[in-house]
């Protein structure tokens, strides 16, 4: 069974109503509505291949949450095609909601009263899980997501990392092939958002799933997706391997030096833009073409007595893709 | 049939977690149920003062106490209250939520409304049999064939007005005022449905209206036959009618299922 998803030219439309604040423009708005178009999403090609991990970027209101909801079957489309493992997902077969998941870090499929361990039992009966290979997923589960202590309590009374842990499992009890994670980490510890990713590794490893992503959080993307694809405005700004992204966007590497000495800015500035200078700290964009050049050049130079040099921050790099984009 | 086996599964399963939902909340449960019972006793005062001069359209006291405790028995056992679940789940889009997996909503909600409603009964049919020795007033028809009538009126009584209401959530999918829709057929439901006044009280025009509304379906009828004080034609005029209610917005409920699901817009987050 196939995995991939193939999007073409997929564009979603919303007409919307609008109204003036206040009771005038309630009144008003009983007898003359007006209507607005919002373009969220506007020809977007894109294919994902089985077993890959894809990171999906934007700002708020990019249009990632729409694509997602498309290619999950919750949205028609304006036009364009989706095909999701072989299915067209707005025809919402039992079949395909079988072999996909889609995890909201802000919303919660579990039932908020009861412990979870109920969700678990329902979603057994909905997707017809086997008794033996229900059992099974849920130790090998709580094995991974330390679940033991936590499934036994009422979903109202677990903390937001415990619940999310639930969460995930809630959604994957079925094994699907396709998973969308949307913001699986929002609101986490650095801890639990290192658990949540490296369970997302596991199990996209030992079920070859295909995994769409979307995160605020850049150590999710280059923890877990060597491709990316970017959205702003409803359009791709940019889709490929993530090094290609920092390599084409950010053509400059990070150099941050400890001084031993206080030296002036004009005499920094000959090895590059200065990006931020305290004494004892220095910070320089060198160019990527020369970096070693510059790198020795600055320790037989400058009173050196600690250097790194690195890539720039994912969130510099993605920013100054929208920057471009608006540009 | 294995498809059936699989349904029946998700039922059983449903309900078991409907159940646990109204354990942690039984005392919310029970204020709800009685404070249901307020509007009929209200009424039933009132009836009863009225008559307490003589009968008033061939009920006399007796009459009404036993009409009134029947539109109480039966009103909680037809209740329905999805609409207002529904625009919830509308209005924050976690319908999605259902809509992800391979099962209805439908069932969902439906599961629910059944526990609540065996929940309901037992206990009222406990109270109805320790209240027999006490009072005639609680006394109806034990006759087998009588009480299979009434079991059928009631069922068909309870599907009509879940389904009516269901579908009238489901204008939730194109309007964001819904509940003024559901307010508004709750009100008629008051006056036509027998909740005021037993139906040979309330004036001509209603009753030639009786066939054309759902409302006399939903609760007049069933307490009628309780009572042993029908006013339609014949029984087999009384099912025929109820059913083709039944099946007549159970067809409106999947038209609106399906269009709404595609104007859908899976508002929020």
């Known amino acids: 069974m196939d995995n991939r998803i193939v999007v073409d030219q997929l564009t979603k439309h919303f007409r919307v109503h609008e109204r003036e604040a206040g009771l005038g423009g309630a009144v008003r708005s009983l007898f003359k509505r007006t209507f607005r178009t919002v373009e969220a999403v506007t020809d977007i090609s894109l294919t994902i291949e089985p077993g890959e991990i894809v990171g999906f970027l934007g700002p708020n209101g990019a249009g990632k949450t729409t694509t997602m909801k498309m290619l999950t079957g919750l949205l028609h489309p304006t036009r364009g095609t989706v095909n999701v493992g072989g299915y067209v997902p707005y025809e919402q077969r039992a079949a395909f909601k079988k072999r996909i998941t889609l995890v909201m870090g802000q919303k919660s499929q579990l039932i908020w009263d009861i412990p979870a361990m109920e969700t678990f039992l329902v979603n057994q009966a909905i997707y017809e899980i086997p008794e033996a290979q229900f059992r099974e997923t849920v130790d090998e589960l709580t094995d991974l997501l330390e679940l033991a202590p936590l499934l036994r309590k009422p979903v109202r009374n677990l903390s937001l990392g415990e619940r999310m842990k639930c969460e995930l499992a809630a959604s994957l009890l079925h094994r699907p092939d396709i998973i969308f994670l949307d913001e699986p980490t929002i609101g986490l510890d650095v801890n639990m958002q290192e658990t949540v990713r490296q369970f997302i590794h596991a199990y996209n490893e030992r079920f070859n799933a295909t995994v769409l992503l979307t995160s605020h959080y850049m150590a999710d993307v280059t923890a877990l997706c060597k491709r990316v694809i970017i959205i702003n405005h409803g359009t791709i700004l940019f889709d490929g391997q993530l090094e290609r992204l920092v390599n084409d966007l950010a053509p400059y590497k990070v150099a941050k030096l400890v001084l031993s000495e206080p030296v002036t800015a004009s005499r920094l500035s000959e090895y590059g833009d200065i990006m931020h200078h305290v004494h004892p700290q220095v910070t320089i964009k060198v160019n990527r073409s020369d970096v070693s050049a510059q790198s020795a050049r600055m320790l037989a130079e400058l009173p050196v007595q600690d250097f790194t040099i690195e890539d720039p921050p994912m969130e510099d790099v993605i920013s100054l893709a929208f920057a471009r984009d608006s540009a | ?269």
């Open chain 2, 1 to 269: 049939m294995s498809r059936l086996r699989s349904l029946l599964r998700v039922y059983s399963r449903l309900m078991k977690v409907h159940w646990a939902i109204l354990l942690e909340y039984r005392g919310d449960t029970l204020f709800y149920m009685l404070g249901s019972f307020i509007y009929p006793l209200v009424t039933l005062a009132v009836w009863t003062a009225i008559s307490a001069g003589g009968a008033v359209g061939g009920y006399d006291q007796r009459d009404f106490i036993t009409y009134f405790l029947a539109v109480l028995f039966v009103g909680r056992l037809v209740a329905s209250w999805d609409a207002w679940e529904i625009e919830q789940h509308l209005r924050e889009g976690t319908l999605s939520n259902y809509l992800l997996r391979p099962s209805s909503y439908f069932h969902w909600r439906f599961s629910e409304n059944i526990v609540y409603k065996l929940f309901y009964g037992t206990l009222m049919l406990i109270a109805w049999a320790v209240a027999w020795p006490f009072t005639d007033v609680v006394h109806i028809s034990l006759d087998p064939i009588d009480l299979l009538t009434v079991l059928l009126a009631i069922l068909l009584a309870a599907l009509i007005r879940y389904m009516l209401f269901y579908a009238i959530a489901l204008f939730g999918f194109w309007t964001t005022r819904m509940l003024a829709l559901v307010t508004l057929f709750e009100a008629l439901s008051q006056f036509f449905s027998g909740r005021i006044a037993p139906y040979s009280l309330l004036p001509d025009w209603v009753q030639t209206l009786q066939a054309y509304t759902p409302f006399y379906w939903i609760l007049g009828f069933p307490v009628d036959l309780l009572t042993g004080k029908t006013h339609v034609p014949s029984l087999a005029y009384g099912f025929t009618v109820q059913l083709a209610w039944a099946v007549g917005l159970t067809a409106l409920y999947l038209v609106l299922w399906k269009r709404g699901l595609k104007t859908y817009s899976a508002v929020g987050g």
